[in-house]
């Protein structure tokens, strides 16, 4: 297996690799292609980038670093928003391969990363050294029901307000 990963800002990405990044997604959530594509055009801003990863000449896995800001212990504070975070299949170790990625450029870039995960997949998180944020510390109601996690955090989190787009 030869992996290789592309980091392409959304200003540069060409209508191929959206394509290709569309049909990957597809693969985990039941849209259309142009359901997928509108997602992007409507959600993904110029400042944001795609991780893409193949395996030779196959998209293996993929996600999104979205900029965004968050209100961390009273501070606005820029982060990096993690989405669609998706593999093209279960078991082969892409996820590893994925996170691993995902967690060098954020170190990279001296980015703070932040997600939102169902339960179940906090382990999976957690694997990659992200940390759960305790939910007494959220204050935005409406994500009472979803986990916040996050990386490449010095401070400890004590409070944590979410207000800007979704990702
Ligand atoms: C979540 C997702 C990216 C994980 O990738 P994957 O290809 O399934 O992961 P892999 O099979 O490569 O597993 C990688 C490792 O993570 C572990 N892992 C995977 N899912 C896990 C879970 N829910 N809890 C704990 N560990 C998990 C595996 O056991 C494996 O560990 P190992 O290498 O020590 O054996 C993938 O399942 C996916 O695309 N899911 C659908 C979309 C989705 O829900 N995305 C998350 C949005 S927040």
């Known amino acids: 297996m030869k992996f290789t990963t592309s980091i392409i800002k959304h200003s540069d990405i060409s209508e191929e690799e959206l394509t290709e990044i569309c049909k990957l997604k597809a693969i985990r959530w039941e849209y259309t292609l142009k359901q997928h594509k509108k997602w992007m055009a409507e959600n993904i801003r110029p400042n944001d980038f795609h991780v ?14 979205v900029d965004i800001t968050a209100i961390i212990n009273f501070k606005n504070v820029s982060v990096r928003g993690i989405g669609n975070v998706c593999t093209s299949e279960t078991g082969k170790g892409f996820g590893n391969v994925l996170m691993e990625e995902v967690n060098k450029v954020l170190v990279a870039h001296d980015w703070k990363g932040i997600l939102l995960c169902i339960d179940h997949l ?24 979803i986990n916040f996690m996050i990386y ?16």
């Open 52 to 65: 893409l990863i193949k395996d030779g000449e196959e998209s293996i896995a993929y996600t999104n670093l």
């Open 122 to 145: 906090v382990p999976y998180y957690e694997k990659f050294d992200w940390k759960l944020v305790d939910k007494n510390t959220i204050k935005t109601e409406k994500f009472s029901d």
């Open 152 to 167: 490449n955090f010095e401070d400890v989190v004590t409070s944590l307000e979410y207000a800007d787009r979704n990702f």
